[in-house]
């Protein structure tokens, strides 16, 4: 079963436009894009990238930030533009 994770992320608009995005507790995450949902569609690679480098360090990525269905809940939020 693959392993569920509830990141914070912050977006940062860029002055030269786009976004940057960050997570607090990941601080190894960072990926950018065009626009909000271009952003938010790189974060699954950029977080592919943070785990690979856990691993490769021997790390574990905090465990708060674990989300195990088998527990109950998932709790997710969502960005959702709106015209």
Do not use: C
């Not at 938010?40 to 691993?55: G, T």
């Amino acid at each position: 079963m693959a392993r569920t994770y509830k990141i914070p992320l912050v977006l940062h608009l860029q002055p030269e436009g786009g976004f940057t995005v960050t997570s607090p507790d990941l601080p190894e995450l960072i990926t950018e894009g065009d626009t909000v949902e271009e952003a938010l569609d790189n974060v699954r690679d950029a977080f592919d990238v943070v785990l690979e480098i856990y691993e490769d360090q021997g790390r574990e990525i905090p465990a708060h930030l674990l989300q195990d269905p088998r527990e109950g809940a998932i709790f997710t939020e969502q960005l959702i533009a709106a015209s």
